[in-house]
């Protein structure tokens, strides 16, 4: 049985990363003020500062007792959003709370909830992998549960993969490249695979995914009216924004080569970008190890490893996704490193 006891210290590093912006973000949407900034600062100020101050991390553990805290960041999650948008859309706060808050929670969902709905879409338990499908699904984003695992991981890296960023490709560009193309393709790989196993089309999880945003955005409509349906899908979107942030960044410009035969050489550590930056990677349950995930998408996060031979960010990813946002600047800083990759 799976308790607080089975929490290595190393978990409980992780659970502090993670749940406590997610409790300084609960007391702002109900107090504002000073719990707002506090749960700001700390993902962003607190982390880079410990991200500088601490060694680069490289530390790897065997799993054990990590379901738990995946399930209590759900648990927080399905909390926080009703709450979050609630307050977002009612006259409580002032106008720079709102702002603070949106900006705060928008970090939480998309960096540390769905890291962790990504971590859960991996298991092969049936309740954590659905568990992970409707944080994503609140989201509004649950074809990525499908999209995820049957387009990206196969292809990785490759033309044929729409979250694969490409060398010179803006973020902006990648991004409406990205959501249409996973969705589609997403979508097409579930027809294939009902196909193959002989189950009716309306088994397609699309049905799930698309009448679970339907049923979140009419319950937001008929609760708070169009204030709270607007609040609801602009975090949501700028949650999605995130994810979009990191796959753009992880991947930038590493493409695998085509053999003799015409298929891409088997998925190495060379085809994705890692970050070793302590707390950070903590914030985002080990997804900065993404070269290791790539090569072994079971392994739970706490046991991911950082390959000898694996691209390193010359930042932290949050920090690199930020700059994204300047493409020159972007481009003048990776696309050298690219290049040394790819020639290498």
Same mark, same amino acid.
């Given at each position: 049985?799976?308790?607080?006891?089975?929490?290595?210290?190393?978990?409980?590093?992780?659970?502090?990363?993670?749940?406590?912006?997610?409790?300084?973000?609960?007391?702002?949407?109900?107090?504002?003020?000073? @719990?707002?900034?506090?749960?700001?600062?700390?993902?962003?100020?607190?982390?880079?500062?410990?991200? @500088?101050?601490?060694?680069? *991390? #490289?530390?790897?553990?065997?799993?054990?007792?990590?379901?738990?805290?995946?399930?209590?960041?759900?648990?927080?999650?399905?909390?926080?959003? =009703?709450?979050?948008?609630?307050?977002?859309?009612? =006259?409580?706060?002032?106008?720079?709370?709102?702002?603070?808050?949106?900006?705060?929670?928008?970090? @939480?969902?998309?960096?540390?909830?769905?890291?962790?709905?990504? $971590?859960?879409?991996? %298991?092969?338990?049936?309740?954590?992998?659905?568990?992970?499908?409707?944080?994503?699904?609140?989201?509004?984003?649950?074809?990525? #549960?499908?999209?995820?695992?049957?387009?990206?991981?196969?292809?990785?890296?490759?033309?044929?993969?729409?979250? #694969?960023?490409?060398?010179?490709?803006?973020?902006? &560009?990648?991004?409406?490249?990205?959501?249409?193309?996973?969705?589609?393709?997403?979508? &097409?790989? $579930?027809?294939?695979?009902?196909? %193959?196993?002989? %189950?009716?089309? @309306?088994?397609?999880?699309?049905?799930?995914?698309?009448?679970?945003?339907?049923?979140?955005?009419?319950?937001?409509?008929?609760?708070?009216?169009?204030?709270?349906?607007?609040?609801?899908?602009?975090?949501?979107?700028?949650?999605?924004?995130?994810?979009?942030?990191?796959?753009?960044?992880?991947?930038?410009?590493?493409? %695998?080569?085509?053999?003799?035969?015409?298929?891409? $050489?088997?998925?190495?550590?060379?085809?994705?970008?890692?970050?070793?930056?302590?707390?950070?990677?903590?914030?985002?349950?080990?997804?900065?190890?993404?070269?290791?995930?790539?090569?072994?998408?079971? &392994?739970?996060?706490?046991?991911?490893?950082? =390959?000898?031979?694996?691209?390193?960010?010359?930042?932290?990813?949050?920090?690199?996704?930020?700059?994204?946002?300047?493409?020159?600047?972007?481009?003048?800083?990776?696309? =050298?490193?690219? *290049?040394?990759?790819?020639?290498?």
């Amino acid at each position: 049985m799976l308790t607080i006891r089975n929490m290595t210290p190393r978990l409980l590093l992780f659970a502090f990363a993670t749940l406590t912006p997610a409790g300084l973000l609960a007391a702002g949407a109900a107090l504002g003020g000073i @719990w707002i900034l506090l749960a700001v600062l700390h993902l962003t100020a607190l982390t880079s500062l410990l991200d @500088w101050l601490i060694t680069p *991390d #490289t530390i790897a553990e065997p799993h054990g007792g990590d379901a738990i805290l995946s399930i209590l960041i759900a648990m927080a999650h399905f909390a926080l959003l =009703p709450v979050v948008v609630w307050s977002l859309a009612g =006259p409580a706060l002032g106008t720079l709370e709102k702002i603070g808050l949106f900006f705060g929670a928008g970090l @939480w969902f998309g960096q540390v909830s769905n890291a962790n709905a990504h $971590e859960l879409i991996h %298991r092969t338990q049936h309740r954590l992998h659905r568990l992970g499908m409707w944080v994503y699904i609140t989201m509004l984003f649950g074809h990525h #549960t499908s999209a995820h695992v049957l387009v990206h991981h196969p292809h990785v890296a490759t033309r044929a993969d729409p979250n #694969t960023s490409r060398k010179g490709e803006s973020l902006y &560009r990648y991004m409406l490249r990205a959501w249409g193309g996973s969705f589609r393709q997403g979508y &097409r790989a $579930e027809q294939t695979r009902l196909s %193959r196993i002989g %189950r009716p089309a @309306w088994r397609n999880p699309y049905v799930v995914y698309i009448g679970g945003a339907a049923l979140c955005l009419m319950i937001a409509a008929l609760l708070g009216g169009w204030q709270t349906l607007l609040a609801y899908t602009a975090l949501c979107a700028y949650a999605q924004s995130q994810l979009l942030m990191s796959d753009y960044v992880q991947h930038y410009g590493l493409l %695998r080569a085509s053999r003799a035969d015409g298929k891409p $050489e088997p998925v190495a550590a060379r085809h994705s970008w890692n970050s070793p930056h302590w707390f950070s990677s903590a914030l985002m349950l080990n997804a900065t190890r993404h070269s290791d995930h790539h090569a072994h998408p079971g &392994r739970h996060y706490p046991a991911l490893t950082l =390959p000898d031979d694996a691209p390193m960010l010359p930042r932290p990813l949050p920090l690199m996704a930020s700059i994204a946002l300047v493409p020159p600047l972007w481009r003048r800083i990776m696309d =050298p490193r690219v *290049d040394r990759w790819r020639n290498a």
